[in-house]
């Protein structure tokens, strides 16, 4: 390649946000979907996690394929493939709707995540290599600032579409004639449709995007590079990497939990007595609180230890939980939506931590980490079977014993273990600067 009509690499990484603010805001209409869903099958809260455990359970499959995907073709390429297969993905959601048919939703779910779960393998280290070591985790912060505004955006403007007339109650529904129900199931499941073919077109048109831009392949920072291949063994021999896939797992499992509870939890008579459309509205604080933190967090960082930020954010967030599992009304309401900002800078800087220093296992490494993201399949499942016990309020238990974890691996699992791998190459940890 030309690296003289090679993007420079503030340019580059200017591409790439963009990947992370669609892949967020694709994330966070899972949030919406389930209340959606929920009443279209009159199913329960633990049915209704069957959408984050397909969706986050494709990281734990797929996540692998597409580490190999990624070494053998680069990660400019590996992005364009995702992002491909997340377009099939979405566009699946109209033959699921016209049935309707929950197996062929969460089918294509399963392939949306797919294709996310490749561009989570090739775009979180790719911006991680786009400069010196030594700001990564401030280049990724900012670039999942990023994500977090397609969280925040994709709920306000997609989530009433989807939500467009009023959900009724499961008596409300049973209070029908079996054909006014099919109608009324039929007519909800179609106001998906026009939405995600909406969001299948704009993920072809992000690819050809990314195609066209002459963005750094950095195949040399990959197993393709050098003539060296290495084993997932290899990587988990690294400790800090073998806590943080399981800091990933509990992060993004809390994360989800709660995100996908809110507009329940909002909507009960005792928290906000919110129609499930205003609710969802709402969302917006959630995630528009982990964007402005991730601002502020990439700022702190060239001042603050990263690691010592994640475990205060950890600890700020178990004082939340506390009090919206102790209180009512608008206080438990607004410290269960306050929980997104100090969520922020968790996701990033655990990432970042865990690859530091890795060299050429740094593919394989991200592989690892994209795999713990299951934990967005498992707690919000764990915690679906619970509030059908307890109640939705005393279930956000399950997320505060995830972020306990966090604060331990800020202050103690984070930290470098000896005898980590040379790179092969000098290329192969950092690219070469391009202009």
């Known amino acids: 390649m030309n690296h003289a009509r090679t993007m420079s690499n503030p340019a580059a990484i200017a591409v790439v946000s963009l990947i992370f603010f669609t892949w967020g805001g694709l994330t966070s209409l899972n949030d919406v979907l389930i209340p ?4 279209v099958f009159s199913m329960s809260y633990t049915q209704t996690m069957l959408i984050q455990f397909t969706f986050f359970g494709a990281y734990f499959l797929m996540s692998m394929p597409a580490g190999a995907v990624v070494a053998r073709v680069g990660y400019k390429a590996g992005i364009v493939i995702g992002l491909v297969i997340a377009s099939i993905g979405a566009a699946m959601f109209y033959p699921a709707a016209r049935l309707p048919s929950y197996p062929v939703f969460l089918t294509a779910l399963f392939v949306l995540a797919s294709g996310i779960t490749l561009l989570q393998v090739a775009a979180n280290p ?3 290599l786009l400069g010196g070591p030594e700001t990564s ?7 999942q600032a990023l994500n977090s505004l397609g969280t925040t955006v994709f709920p306000l403007v997609i989530g ?12 409300e529904i049973a209070a029908m004639g079996a054909a006014e129900q099919a109608a009324y199931r ?5 106001s998906v449709e026009i939405p995600y073919l909406l969001l299948a077109a704009g993920l072809l048109v992000l690819a050809v995007f990314v195609l066209l831009m002459r963005i750094p392949s950095l195949r040399e920072a990959t197993e393709a590079g050098p003539s060296v291949r290495h084993t997932y063994m290899e990587a988990l021999r690294q400790p800090h990497l073998r806590w943080g896939v399981l800091g990933i797992f509990c992060y993004v499992g809390a994360e989800v939990a709660i995100g996908s509870f809110l507009i329940n939890y909002m909507a009960e008579p005792e928290i906000g007595g919110l129609s499930e459309a205003s609710a969802s509205r709402f969302l917006a604080f959630y995630w528009g609180g982990a964007m402005v933190g991730r601002f502020i967090g990439a700022a702190l960082m060239t001042r603050i230890d990263a690691r010592r930020l994640l475990a205060f954010a950890g600890a700020m967030v178990c004082v939340l939980l506390v009090v919206t599992m102790s209180t009512t009304g608008s206080v438990a309401m607004w410290s269960a939506l306050a929980i997104g900002l100090f969520n922020s800078i968790m996701f990033p800087t655990i990432f970042t931590t865990a690859i530091e ?7 394989k490494a991200s592989s690892l980490l994209v795999m713990g993201i299951v934990g967005g399949a498992l707690v919000p499942l764990a915690q679906g079977a619970l509030a059908d016990r307890i109640g939705i309020q005393h279930a956000f238990v399950v997320p505060l014993v995830c972020y306990v974890y966090i604060i331990w691996y800020g202050l103690r699992g984070a930290r470098l273990g000896a005898g980590l791998p040379l790179p092969a190459t000098p290329s192969a940890t950092r690219p070469p600067a391009l202009h």
């Open 36 to 39: 959606h869903l929920k009443a």
């Open 126 to 128: 790719y911006i991680s």
């Open 137 to 143: 985790h401030s280049r990724l912060n900012l670039a």
């Open 160 to 171: 009433p579409l989807i939500l467009v007339g009023a959900v009724l109650g499961v008596d």
């Open 186 to 190: 039929a007519a909800e499941a179609r």
């Open 357 to 363: 220093r890795l060299g050429t296992l740094t593919s």
